[in-house]
């Protein structure tokens, strides 16, 4: 594991990248300035990069969600997102449990889009469906998935299965640390025994559907860069992929307080590099 200044030093490296999304680009408001610099500058490079979120939302909402944050298309090649892949495997009948089901929406109101086109029934209570989807806090930016526990416990009452389509646990919007749909969907499954199914990093199914995107000719040697040790980093081990861990993100106060290698380790993580911010 070797700390490096920027980019510069792996460019040549590589023949393509796996980028994370929210806390390497932005938090959820505008592009970080540097970022979008070594983003520039890898396009003028030549050097294709696929954009690799596990924001729970289709491609057409995250690409406008992208341009309206700064992070414009002509910066990355393609998209790969959990909530598209969630809706995909939805609409091709992929999950036995929710075939033919009434479903019930857990999440906020911008990844409803989920469930929009779909052959299915959305239920307005968990009573009366038969699974349910998650992709959040409902509303807020609770510290933990426990706030959530009375609606948690109306679902595990039923016994019924859960979809979760964004295997973050945490996530920082506009400098506070809170809840994502994978820390609610955790906590689900120490209620209950029930199916639940994440689609997302970091299965390492993802970063071989996103290396398939690189253009021909170009997906050789691929490094991912991301801020999640356990979805990011763990993915991209499990996928036999080099990686470049960014500090600054979620494990920013945890790699202050321990260093780098104690926090990887103790998440089981092994970055090959590290640095505190994308930058070229």
Not at 21 to 27: A, C, Q, R, S
Not at 167 to 188: N, T
């Amino acid at each position: 594991m070797i700390e490096i200044d920027g980019l510069a030093a792996l460019a040549d490296t590589y023949d393509a990248l796996l980028v994370d999304v929210w806390g390497v680009l932005h938090e959820g408001e505008g592009v970080y300035p540097a970022a979008r610099q070594c983003l520039a500058r890898l396009a003028a490079a030549g050097k294709p990069v696929i954009l690799v979120s596990n924001a729970a939302r289709r491609l057409d909402a995250l690409r406008a969600e992208l341009d309206a944050s700064g992070v414009t298309r002509n910066l990355y090649h393609d998209l790969v997102a959990s909530g598209e892949l969630t809706w995909r495997a939805l609409a091709a009948g992929e999950i036995e449990f929710a075939r033919g089901a009434d479903g019930y929406f857990f999440g906020p109101p911008r990844s409803r889009g989920l469930c929009e086109g779909l052959s299915l029934e959305w239920c307005e209570e968990p009573e009366q469906a038969t699974f349910v989807l998650t992709t959040g806090s409902p509303r807020g930016n609770p510290a933990s998935a426990a706030a959530w526990d009375s609606w948690l416990e109306r679902m595990a009452t039923r016994g019924l299965p859960m979809i979760c389509a964004n295997p973050d646990q945490v996530a920082m919007r506009s400098g506070e640390l809170g809840i994502s749909a994978g820390a609610i969907a955790r906590r689900y499954r120490d209620l209950v025994d029930a199916p639940v199914r994440f689609f997302g990093k970091p299965d390492p199914a993802v970063f071989e559907y996103a290396g398939s995107r690189v253009p021909n000719g170009q997906g050789g040697r691929l490094l991912v860069v991301g801020d999640g040790l356990i979805t990011d980093i763990a993915g991209a081990n499990a996928a036999g992929l080099d990686c470049l861990f960014i500090t600054g993100g979620i494990h920013a106060d945890e790699c202050a307080d321990a260093g780098v290698a104690a926090v990887a380790a103790r998440y089981g993580a092994r970055p090959n590099w590290f640095c505190r911010e994308l930058r070229w």
